[in-house]
């Protein structure tokens, strides 16, 4: 399990010259009871936080915050990131190890699941901790493929030739600094059967400040196509900044998608998915995947049976174009895909 410092760790250079959105990083709130206050939820402790200590840190950068509507107890942005007692009960079915990430690690903080695609988990850091999050049980602090100047995971993609596309993800792969990921880069380019290169990240969402001139610079200068899966869940995540950032990202040649977890009491309604979808091409976003929760302990209480899921997906299907309706699909450990449900 993850250790609540590991996960809250900044990673980089506190004094490194890229400044302003490590300095807001820092400034994320890590404790919860703050959380309600901001919120004018302070009423709510007893009820929400019967316990403090789920495993699982608390982090929220004030940002996102700023887009929770406050006295708000079942605000969709607030379910996702305060822990709750329900975390701690036992379900059955609910493991550690749901999408049997261990049997595929083929190098250090390297998994190659699928043809094709090496994913790298770069870092165990994120700027927010979901409390849905699928890897809260990765044991990160031995993991990560950025350790010793990613030199496992860049021998491990120049011996690949099948490997053309390199997936970036975590923990948040942009957690790490610009130099730490110009080294990477510029060890692929002893791979020049990597066509793409794929980020994973909720960073642009929850800290769009992220998305700076250095990052920029950065993503403007690989030769390899850059696609970038953003990960909101709710329309109200995305606000001006986020539309920012999504240029910004656009303007260095990225493709945009999204991909969203069903979690009950945040998304599960058609009205709420429309509007999600309306709104992430408002920001030049596509809607790619919508995934049924992983199943590791502590997050049974987001799940959403898969009869009232496909008939959400039915409903969007109805509503709009088919290019704003998310492919439904969970992981099975195993398949050579993530599976249609
Ligand atoms: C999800 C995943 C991918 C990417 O799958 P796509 O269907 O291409 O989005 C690649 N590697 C691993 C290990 C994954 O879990
Ligand atoms: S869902 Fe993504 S951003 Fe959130 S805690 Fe998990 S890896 Fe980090």
Known sequence: MITPNRVGAQPTDPRSPSGRWQQLWREAVTDPLE??????????????????????ATRV?????????????????????LPVA????????????????????????????????ALLIATGSCAVN?????????????ET??????????????????????ILS?????????PKLTELTDGLAAAPHVRRLRIHTRLPVVLPERVDAALQ?????????????????????????????????REAGVTLLNQSVLLRGV????DVLSELSERLLEQGVLPYYLHQLDRVQGVAHFEVDDERALALVETLRERLPGYLVPRLVREIPGEASKSPV
């Open 61 to 81: 950068p004030r940002g996102y915050i700023a887009r929770m509507r406050p006295g708000d107890p079942a605000d969709p942005l607030l379910l996702q990131v």
């Open 145 to 166: 493929a950025a350790a010793n100047r990613w030199q496992a995971a860049i021998a491990a993609v120049v011996a690949d030739a099948g490997v053309s596309e390199v």
């Open 86 to 117: 329900a975390e701690l009960l036992e379900s059955p079915g609910f493991v550690t190890d749901a999408v049997g990430d261990m049997a595929a690690r083929s190098a250090h903080g390297v998994l190659q699941k699928y043809q094709g695609r």
């Open 217 to 249: 610079g950065w993503l403007g200068s690989l030769s390899q196509q850059k696609v970038l899966v953003l990960h909101v869940n709710h329309p109200n995540e995305l606000d001006g900044a986020t539309a920012e950032a999504c240029r910004r990202l």
């Open 35 to 56: 959380l309600l206050r901001l919120l004018g939820l302070e009423n709510q402790a007893e009820r929400l936080l019967p316990v403090r200590d789920t495993g699982f």
């Open 170 to 178: 975590g923990g948040d792969p942009l957690s790490l600094s610009t």
């Open 267 to 270: 998304n599960d309604a058609a």
């Open 130 to 142: 979901c409390r849905f999050c699928f890897r809260r049980h990765f044991p990160y602090a031995d």
